[in-house]
Nanobody
Framework: VQLQASGGGLVQAGGSLRLSCAAS????????MGWYRQAPGKQRELVAV???????NYGDSVKGRFTISRDNAKNTVYLQMNSLKPEDTAVYLC????????????????WGQGTLVTVSS
């Protein structure tokens, strides 16, 4: 299973960015798709997670500003980030929990390579 993330970049405070992460490979089903972030010198933290049933969980610092969504047909998760702040600057990492076809029925927790988001003040 491979993940391809895109959409990071440099934006001014108050601006918006949209991240996407596409999963491919031996996927039977996707259980959860989500985003985490890690800023220099800080621990990795939850940004947003979306389950196959549609439930969401957001980190406290992004509630009301970020929205997670997914396109099941494309095995892709999106993160719409609005009202960005300098403290949102971090490497954003995509994470998926999938049930694979090879081996059939195995659960796989996979991380993407990360995409850098820089918010200038």
């Amino acid at each position: 299973v491979q993940l391809q993330a895109s959409g990071g970049g440099l934006v001014q405070a108050g601006g918006s960015l949209r991240l996407s992460c596409a999963a491919s490979g031996s996927i039977f089903s996707i259980n959860t798709m989500g985003w985490y972030r890690q800023a220099p010198g800080k621990q990795r933290e939850l940004v947003a997670v979306l389950s196959s049933g549609g439930s969401t969980n957001y980190g406290d610092s992004v509630k009301g500003r970020f929205t997670i969504s997914r396109d099941n047909a494309k095995n892709t998760v999106y993160l719409q980030m609005n009202s960005l702040k300098p403290e949102d600057t971090a490497v954003y990492l995509c994470n998926v929990l999938v049930t694979t076809t090879q081996p059939m029925g195995a659960l796989l927790d996979r991380w993407g390579q990360g995409t850098l988001v820089t918010v200038s003040s």
